[in-house]
């Protein structure tokens, strides 16, 4: 079973950065990932996604030029590490952000998720 772990959310300034990051607990190395949000009242929707290799990328248009995904992957050890670098936050981008993992589809839809980590920005 695939553990997602989050960490890095917090309160920020409008205008300020944010850096979140997803621990996998196994060697997810070939699952595409990605980074979705959900604010009260709203859906839950994608964010950024990176396929496996780290070839492809997605944003929404919403984080276009402001957010940037990466990953850390190892294939010979259970390393994979999912990052989200948030510059020029709006108070829109207030949300729970989750990570997610898909070992078949890009842009995933994840199998595995992540319990969230809380994003909140001010004024």
């Known amino acids: 079973q695939v553990q997602l772990v989050e960490s890095g959310g917090g309160l920020v300034q409008a205008g300020g950065s944010l850096m979140l990051s997803c621990a996998a607990s196994?060697?997810?190395?070939?699952?595409?990932m990605g980074w979705f949000r959900q604010a009260p009242g709203k859906e839950r929707e994608i964010v950024a996604a990176?396929?496996?290799?780290?070839?492809?990328?997605?944003?929404?248009?919403s984080v276009q030029g402001r957010f940037t995904i990466m990953r850390d992957v190892a294939t010979n050890v259970v390393r994979n590490i999912l990052y989200l670098q948030m510059n020029n936050l709006k108070p829109e981008d207030s949300a729970v952000y989750y990570c997610?993992?898909?070992?078949?589809?890009?842009?995933?839809?994840?199998?595995?998720w992540g319990q969230g980590t809380q994003v909140t920005v001010s004024t």
């Open positions: 990176i396929d496996w290799a780290g070839d492809r990328a997605y944003y929404a248009d």
């Open positions: 196994e060697r997810t190395f070939n699952y595409a």
């Open positions: 997610g993992a898909d070992r078949h589809r890009y842009p995933p839809t994840p199998d595995y």
